[in-house]
């Protein structure tokens, strides 16, 4: 009987044996095979993708080469800048500083507002995030105009009096100074889409916000990207594009503005969104007034793109061309209108 009862352990301890070294061998080649599924992942191929939609009241889209969909962080990204410099949200962080709130700012805005003081220098107080109130007046703005007199308005211009002090909050020029940064968030908002982009590994891409344009890489057809550059097709209805001529660009921010196509009809004749922080009037179309139609802007960042075409827009173009040589753009391309109500086009390297 004894015998017999150790034998039969013996099997048993030989089965368990044999049973945990089936289940071994399993388990070796699971992760053998998720080894090099995982391999596969990261050294295959990357697809080329492309995000498209509507937010900030405009239109974006970014083509990108990757391994991953990365549509989600993408808008991610976009809101989260909305969240931080649009005037037009309640809630937003540099709607709480235009309310006098003490709220120390974010990475964001000290970029944002750091570039504007850089770019406000070179061009003489021609670009300007706190003529806000002065696009209000001007009804171009997130709010209408409340009768104050156009003196009192200036007396609140100029981010050259405003500062971020050592407690992160906005030392304001007036108590009622207020910001809209709407002249670069929409380059700086390309700039942090791609910079997203390139933690996620990804290296070939264009975004497009609203016209402004981040560059890095290869076109999906290899090489350069080939961005075309409207000409300013006079249209207050609708947005015409009509090609002026094709740039071929990477590693880069381009940025156009214009003043033919927002404007409205005033009594001084046709009135453009294009407002002047130093005299407080805005740009009418006329020869006598300014003889730049639009201004297109190719430079490191398109954050920096952005603000350096608006200031374009009031400056004239020997100006223009000292202030982007000083502030390290690579190109500036402006459609003049002539005496002869003719359009030349002036490419400045």
Not at 5 to 25: P, S, T
Not at 78 to 89: A, G, H, I, K, W
Not at 253 to 269: L, V
Request: glycine fraction near 8%.
């Amino acid at each position: 009987m004894y015998v017999v009862v150790l034998f039969y352990r013996h099997v048993k301890f030989r089965n368990f044996i044999v049973d945990l070294q089936y289940i071994m061998r399993k388990f070796i080649v699971f992760l053998i095979g998720a080894t090099l599924f995982a391999g596969c992942g990261c050294s295959g191929p990357a697809a080329w993708r492309k995000a498209e939609g509507s937010m900030w009241h405009t239109l974006y889209s970014v083509t990108y080469r990757s391994d991953m969909e990365l549509d989600d962080s993408i808008v991610e990204t976009m809101r989260r800048v909305e969240m931080s410099l649009s005037p037009f949200q309640s809630n937003s962080l540099v709607s709480c500083i235009n309310r006098g709130e003490p709220v120390v700012v974010d990475s964001m805005i000290r970029r944002i507002f750091t570039c504007s003081q850089t770019v406000s220098r070179l061009s003489g107080g021609m670009f300007d995030p706190t003529v806000a109130p002065l696009v209000n007046y001007w009804g171009f703005g997130y709010a209408g105009p409340d009768g104050e007199p156009l003196d009192s308005v200036m007396s609140r211009v100029g981010i050259s009096e405003c500062r971020i002090g050592p407690d992160g909050v906005i030392e304001k020029k007036h108590p009622r100074t207020e910001f809209n940064f709407s002249a670069i968030t929409k380059g700086y908002g390309c700039d942090a889409v791609g910079e997203m982009l390139r933690r996620n590994g990804c290296e070939d891409f264009l975004v497009e916000i609203g016209g402004e344009i981040c560059l890095s890489g290869e076109s999906p057809r290899g090489g350069a990207w080939n961005v075309m550059i409207d000409a300013p097709v006079d249209n207050a209805d609708a947005v015409v594009h009509s090609e002026m001529m094709t740039l071929s660009l990477t590693g880069c921010g381009i940025a156009t503005s214009g003043n033919y196509r927002n404007y409205r009809m005033t009594d001084r004749g046709k009135t453009s969104h294009t407002i002047s922080p130093v005299t407080g009037m805005p740009v009418t179309l006329a020869p006598a007034d300014t003889l730049v139609l639009s201004a297109t802007v190719v430079a490191p960042s398109a954050m920096e793109a952005d603000a350096l075409a608006t200031a374009c827009m009031l400056l004239p173009p020997s100006l223009s061309r000292g202030m982007m040589r000083a502030a390290g753009a690579s190109r500036l391309i402006l459609a003049v209108s002539t005496p002869a109500d003719s359009l030349l086009i002036l490419d400045m390297r």
